[in-house]
């Protein structure tokens, strides 16, 4: 009997991916580029395949941990309710997470919770963007898109989001700049840097600029926005991001730029989006949560401090320090916010920002504002 088609790709994938050495988007591009016959409704079948299987890969494990891809694949297509509530499974395997992830969600916010949350990072991420408000309004996109059901969201003030997933990087108003991919809760975030036109802004941990994006229009092109990040690869699609948006008031500082130590105790805000384990954010990046243990989170926990006391020098007096993870796990938020504050003489500016991944809605996003004291020298 012949194999289908896309049945097929799933089990080819499966045969060469090895999980936890390369991200699985990156791999799961790869192998598109690849096998360029695959027409978009064969890639959206395999991609939301692979990634289910991801999600669940302790469950399946557990269940046929002798089967090959293929096996797998159809094993995991007549997964059913029985096996999610089967009692003699142990619990973080039937909510397909991590025992140490499962236990660290416990301790913070009890078995209820946890389970809810668990069962939440193992569903489908919703589609969002944000109108680019340099170009367009959120209303104008809303009326272009009323074909595809697009509603606004209800708390990113530019925000839109959509009931499935479509092709938005072929969509024009895309190519013309009019709009991002961007959550809900990473707008929000990026919202809690009230930049005026005028104003020094220091991305400490740009990445590929989303949050700088983000805040570019409400400075109106006044001012600047440095973006800094210790990856070549990050800024420079930062650069085209910036470039496509019509940002003209964002420069690019790269490790060992000249510009940084110039910048030191002048910047109105410093952003820092520091590396963190993501927990918040595991709907997109599943593969991400089997790579996550005691270790690597320590190692996080001591970068995120080491990058706040770098991203301090940055102050001018009053100026204000943002830090923001995708994380919901109290060692990485409320423990890092509190060892900042111990360490340096900043305030908070209010209580922190503590965003739990939603169901059909935002991910999950913790941030807190500190305000430099005049004293600080």
């Known amino acids: 009997m ?13 045969s060469s991916y090895q999980l936890g050495k390369s991200p699985l988007d990156g791999a799961l591009a790869r192998y598109f580029k690849a096998h360029t ?20 890969k302790t469950l399946l494990d557990h269940l046929c941990p002798h089967a090959s891809p293929l096996e797998r694949y159809r094993f995991y297509k007549n997964l059913n309710n029985s096996a ?58 809303l009326s272009l898109w009323s074909k595809h059901q697009a509603a606004a969201c209800k708390e990113a003030h530019s925000g839109i989001r959509f009931p499935t997933r479509l092709p938005l990087f072929s969509f024009p108003e895309f190519k013309e700049g009019l709009f991002e991919v961007q959550d809900e809760g990473s707008q929000i975030v990026a919202s809690l840097v009230e930049a005026k ?16 994006l983000a805040i570019a229009p409400g400075m109106l092109g006044k001012g600047q926005i440095y973006l800094h990040d210790i990856r070549p690869a990050a800024l420079l699609e930062a650069k085209k991001r910036l470039k496509r948006a019509g940002v003209q008031n964002g420069q690019f ?17 410093v952003l820092i989006d520091v590396p963190c384990s993501g927990t918040g954010t595991l709907r997109r990046n599943p593969d991400q949560k089997w790579n996550l243990d005691a270790a690597m989170l320590q190692r996080l ?62 991910d999950g996003f913790f941030a807190a504002v500190f305000k430099k004291m005049k004293a600080m020298v």
């Not at 012949?2 to 499966?14: L, R, T």
């Open 301 to 362: 926990t001591y970068e995120q401090r080491v990058i706040a006391k770098e991203a301090v020098a940055y102050l001018k007096p009053n100026g204000r320090l943002v830090y923001a993870t995708c994380s919901v796990l109290s060692e990485e938020n409320q423990a890092q916010v509190d060892a900042i504050l111990a360490a340096h003489p900043l305030v908070l500016e209010e209580a922190p920002l503590s965003l739990l991944p939603q169901e059909g809605g935002m």
């Open 197 to 212: 036109p005028g104003d020094s802004v220091l991305d400490f941990c740009s990445g590929s600029g989303g949050k700088s």
């Open 37 to 56: 016959s695959l027409g978009s409704h064969d890639r959206r079948t395999i991609g939301d395949a692979v990634y289910g299987m991801v999600r669940w």
């Open 2 to 14: 012949s194999i289908p088609y896309c049945d097929h790709h799933i089990a080819s994938f499966f």
């Open 84 to 141: 999610l509530s089967d009692p003699t499974i142990p619990e973080a395997v039937r909510l397909g997470i991590p025992e140490f992830l499962f236990e660290k969600l416990v301790q913070d916010y009890g078995r209820k919770e946890a389970r809810r949350l668990s069962q939440i990072l193992n569903t489908p991420a919703p589609v969002t963007v944000r109108a680019n408000l340099l170009k367009t309004t959120r209303e104008n996109l």
């Open 253 to 269: 500082l790269p490790l060992g730029h000249g510009q940084l130590a110039r910048l030191k105790g002048k910047c109105d805000w």
